[in-house]
């Protein structure tokens, strides 16, 4: 044996499936998360616009566009291969964990005013608060340690 | 699935171990009981293509056996620095002189200022049994958590008890495997720990970590995550870090393989042109797995076939006829796996790995980034930094906590894990000797060795540097030489070149005292045999082969007998000081054969010739009784005016300056030997540089075989210098005496070849690229060192101190001379 392979499979158990037929033959396929994520909107936003009482034969375009258009946008590939969805919902999730900063980082003082902390709440250059971690931790012998009795 | 995978995040606050033992840590609060074993460095580096292969397998089995099936893990490869302050510890004595001490000395500061990273490898798995064992009810438990009042000492105490007989069992097993792991000790998992929120390098100071039944403390660390990084105040000012992963579909599926592909081996990725020692480090990296059981594997892949399947034949029903090519790739390599699996063959394993960049600044972090990012691409293997969670990708890394972020897990067979080689290493040397050299190898280091300890450990005392002229082998045989003398050896050195007169500037700025003896000023008959051998017969039977080599006498012959005659008649003189060579030929003349006249007449005008006066010459009495002192020191030994023969040419055509040149070299070596015999108690080194002078004779290779051997009886460690290996090879029995070997860079195949063999290695075409190839700057000159214990790595030997490089260079030096200009002279166009 020349080489030792060293194989990977994630991209093999994680197929992304196309849909050949959906009632009519689409050809090539479709990937079946643009249809997931299209009919996802699709639906919700069906389901605004007839809430609004918007009609749908004089409206058509307003009905498929913009789900069309956020499909296409939620579906772009970021530098790490993951649909822009997942990490608009991180960004969103990371705003939550984020607290405005109680000891600033010195060249970072604290905002000012109500209006100065609700922007640097929500702008790229406001940090998170410094978390302190104080590792603490008891030493234990394992020699003495007997097991449990089952 | 894959769906749910990437919105699954874990935000619970970062789980600190709460009790830390010998192997283990413990956290109550949802981290586990963790065992962690130390994977220490090995000597894999020069295993060789097949050794690789091997090791691999081996590791994966390990692995997949001794990991629970669906256990959680981590490994963590972390660097720290290597210090002068151990080097320091091991060698400094209270009887020292002030010259080894302040040599040791330079070998600790050169050893702080080269900046070596010093690699920890920490494999833990978990051990939990899950919060139902723990005693009291529910509400209490409610109470307890909601108060924060809760028995952390009690908690982990209960917790161990669970699952200590598994914890030990599992540091037995993995003892006993290819990795040789050891439980980790306390300091190593505090060190980890604080590494990871401190930033330090430093070693825990000695004495200062918390007994068992104590608590122990990490002075607070203030991390700040940001989007795309986080920052660190350290004592040292802010330093900022960013966490790389493998991008989706970032990992070939099958482009990897070995040799070549271990994608963990190198970790200095991130370092930029133009950077001083210090100013990066290997990366480091967390991997954290989770072994698959075997069902769940299989029916992964089933899942992951039947979806395959299902999408070929979607497309073959239709206008698209075929599925795009990675539907069959994947079909074709689902299938395999599984009968893999199904046999026994592999087991499947998932795992998340994070690199750990790190920088001063932001502007260079992101330089370090996208280096360690283009080092990888030309792998094959996608790297990037995930926005808006690198705060749970740092909280991953921590001894304690746990996976956070399935999304980017890989699904493989374990040996692509093995086979990243985050394990082995390029260990050598001793633990204890001088510090000569840094280790090149895939884990940097100090290279420390004593030469003279080699007997003390049961192993042959030669030691032999081979390569092409100017790759540095007479530079490391002498700073070899060097450390032993000034550590308080007998050492002696031969110099055939005259191009190692360095070493006694050298040894003298150390205080040690050095006997220089050169072959045109040695007093005249200082080299007999008679002046220094006790026995007179002995001597005798080496003045005979001294005057027969000079004569070119027939064995057996006629003339031979007649000087067989006159030497035994001077061994029996009563008094010694009367015996020598000069009176062999003053009997030869006296003879009353004409034959015997005759010879005496020719051996008295021999004796003339400067290449014969040391051995042959009439007895220089003047300086007393001239023997080397056996005393610590060194001896330079300089033979001055060689006219070697050519080495195809018969010893019966070898010219009157080439007899004479053997002559003395033989005699000049049997001295050496004679007196190194004599010196007691103390470690002895006899360097024999440019042996290839004479290993082209017969003579030459009986001769150093017989030296090799009478060293070992003596009790001397022997250095040869050669630049021929292939002659060496041809020495009679000199492979079982040599221990260790540094090998230098070659100019053809054969000298590759012949070093293989050497080395232990088998001859392969890698081996023969890398030797020719071999790095050869100003003042880096790398050899292939294979050290007492057989381990094999890259080493470049150190001078130490500028003083000492500027002593001991053997390149010649060109400088243009300056000419005053006459008064009248004349343009110069």
Redesign the interface.
């Known amino acids: 044996m020349d080489q030792y392979p060293l194989p990977t499979d994630t991209q093999h158990v994680q197929l992304e499936s196309r849909q050949y037929k959906l009632g009519m033959d689409l050809g090539e396929g479709v990937p079946r998360m643009t249809l997931l994520v299209g009919a996802v909107f699709l639906g919700v936003w069906i389901l605004v616009l007839r809430l609004i009482g918007v009609p749908f034969l004089s409206y058509v375009m307003l009905y498929l566009g913009p789900p069309a258009l956020l499909t296409v946008l939620a579906l772009r590939k970021d530098r790490g291969g993951r649909y822009a969805y997942v990490t608009i919902v991180d960004r969103v999730r990371y705003l939550k964990r984020r607290h405005r900063p109680i000891i600033p980082l010195p060249g970072h003082p604290a905002p000012s005013n109500a209006a100065h902390r609700f922007l640097t709440d929500h702008t790229r250059a406001h940090r998170n608060r410094p978390r302190v971690i104080r590792a603490q931790f008891h030493i234990i012998d394992i020699d003495q340690v007997k097991g449990a009795k089952k | 699935m ?1 769906l749910l995978d ?2 699954t ?1 874990d ?1 619970a606050r ?1 789980r ?11 956290n109550t609060d949802g981290g586990g009981v963790w065992g962690w074993v130390e994977l220490p460095t090995r000597s894999t580096d020069g295993i060789g293509t097949h050794g ?2 091997l090791e ?2 081996r590791g994966s089995a390990d692995l997949r056996k001794l990991i629970p099936a669906g256990a959680e893990g981590q490994a963590k490869i972390q660097w720290r620095k290597w210090t002068g302050d151990e080097y320091r510890a091991n060698e400094l004595t209270d009887d020292m002189t002030d010259g080894a001490r302040e040599y040791i000395e330079a070998g600790a500061e050169r050893i702080e200022g080269v900046n070596f990273p010093r690699r920890q490898v920490l494999l833990g798995v978990r051990f939990d049994p899950g919060a139902a ?1 723990r005693k009291g009810s529910i509400a209490t438990e409610g109470i307890r958590k909601f108060t924060g009042m809760k028995d ?2 009690g908690d ?3 917790d ?3 699952t ?2 598994l ?2 069992s599992w540091h037995g097993r993995m003892a006993t495997s290819g990795f040789k792991a050891r439980p980790a000790t ?1 300091e190593q998992l ?1 060190w980890s ?2 590494r990871d ?1 401190r930033r330090t390098w430093d070693w825990i100071p000695e004495g200062s ?10 002075a ?8 795309d990084h986080i ?1 660190i ?1 350290t004592d040292q000012g ?1 330093r900022y870090l960013r966490l790389l ?1 493998i ?8 482009d ?4 070549g ?1 271990e ?1 963990l081996k190198n970790l200095n990725v991130a370092a930029l042109p133009g950077d001083e020692p210090g100013d990066s480090e290997p990366v480091e990296v967390s991997i954290r797995f989770r072994n698959v059981p075997t069902a769940e594997a299989l029916k ?2 089933e ?2 076939l039947d ?2 399947k ?2 070929d034949r ?2 073959r ?4 006829e075929y599925a795009p090519r ?2 069959q ?2 079909e074709a ?2 299938t395999e ?1 599984m009968s893999e699996i199904r046999k026994n063959q592999i087991g ?1 394993v998932e795992d998340t790995v994070t690199w750990v960049i790190e920088a001063h600044d932001l502007r260079t972090l992101g330089k370090r980034t996208q280096a360690a990012i283009d080092f990888y691409a030309n792998m094959g293997i ?1 790297l ?1 930094a ?4 690198q ?1 749970l990708l740092y909280m991953e890394l921590i001894v304690g906590d746990r996976r956070r972020i399935p ?1 980017f ?5 374990w ?2 894990v093995v ?2 080689w985050f394990h082995g290493g390029s260990a050598l040397g001793a633990d204890r000797g001088f510090y000569l050299g840094a280790n090149m190898g895939s884990t940097p280091g100090p290279f420390i060795n004593r030469l003279s300890d080699a007997q003390m450990e049961g192993n042959p005392v030669t030691t032999v540097a081979v390569g092409a002229s100017g790759a540095g082998k007479s530079t490391g045989v002498m700073l070899m030489t060097l450390a032993e003398a000034v550590a308080g050896a007998w050492a002696l050195i031969t110099d055939f070149k005259g191009d190692l007169g360095g070493i006694v500037t050298a040894a003298e700025m150390y205080g040690v005292p050095v006997t220089t003896i050169s072959t045109d000023e040695v007093a005249s008959g200082s080299l007999c045999p008679f002046r220094y051998v006790r026995d007179p017969k002995d001597a005798a039977s080496m003045a005979l082969d001294n005057i027969a080599l000079a004569l070119n006498l027939g064995n057996e012959s006629a003339d031979e007998s007649l000087v067989r005659k006159a030497t035994n008649r001077v061994a029996n003189y009563p008094e010694g000081t009367t015996r020598s060579t000069w009176a062999v030929i003053q009997e030869l003349i006296g003879d009353s054969n004409p034959a015997a006249v005759e010879l005496g007449e020719r051996l008295a005008e021999l004796a003339e010739d400067p290449l014969a006066r040391p051995v042959l010459g009439i007895p220089d009495l003047s300086g007393g009784s001239r023997q080397l002192s056996t005393d610590p020191g060194l001896v330079y030994m300089r033979f001055v005016g060689m006219r070697w023969p050519g080495k195809d040419t018969p010893q019966a055509q070898w010219k009157p300056g080439q007899r004479l040149t053997v002559m003395l070299v033989q005699s000049g070596f049997a001295y050496s030997t004679y007196m190194a015999g004599r010196v007691k108690g103390i470690p002895k080194v006899v360097a024999l540089t440019e042996l290839h002078y004479i290993l082209r004779y017969n003579f030459g290779r009986e001769f150093v075989g017989e030296l090799a051997l009478t060293g070992r009886a003596l009790d001397v460690n022997l250095l040869l210098d050669t630049q021929g290996s292939t002659q060496l090879l041809q020495v009679p029995d000199l492979i079982d005496q040599i221990s260790q070997v540094h090998a230098f860079t070659v100019r053809t195949e054969d000298e590759a070849d012949a070093q293989a063999r050497l080395l232990g290695l088998e001859p392969e075409q890698s081996f023969r690229d890398q030797q020719i190839k071999l790095r050869q700057e100003p003042g880096v000159r790398i050899c292939i060192t294979r050290d007492r214990q057989g381990r094999i790595a890259p080493v470049q030997f150190d001078y130490l101190t500028h003083e000492i490089e500027v002593a001991l260079t053997t390149t010649p030096e060109r400088f243009r001379q300056k000419v005053e200009p006459d008064d009248e002279e004349t343009e110069v166009a």
Do not use: C
């Open positions: 894959k990437q919105f995040r935000e970062l600190l171990p709460e009790a830390i033992g010998r192997g283990v840590t413990i690789l292969f691999t397998a064992h952390t000492r982990a105490g209960e161990l008890a669970t200590i007989d914890v030990r306390v505090a720990l604080r929120v970590m918390a007994g068992p039944g104590e608590i122990a403390r990490l607070a660390a203030s991390v700040t995550p940001t989007d920052e105040m802010v992963t991008a989706g579909g970032g990992f070939p599926t099958a990897l393989s070995l040799p592909g994608w992964r892949l899942v992951a979806l395959a299902e999408q979607s497309a029903q239709g206008l698209a990675h539907i790739e994947a390599t689902l796996r499947m996608t990037w995930p926005p808006a969670i705060d999304e897990a890989q699904f493989r067979p040996d692509t086979g990243a």
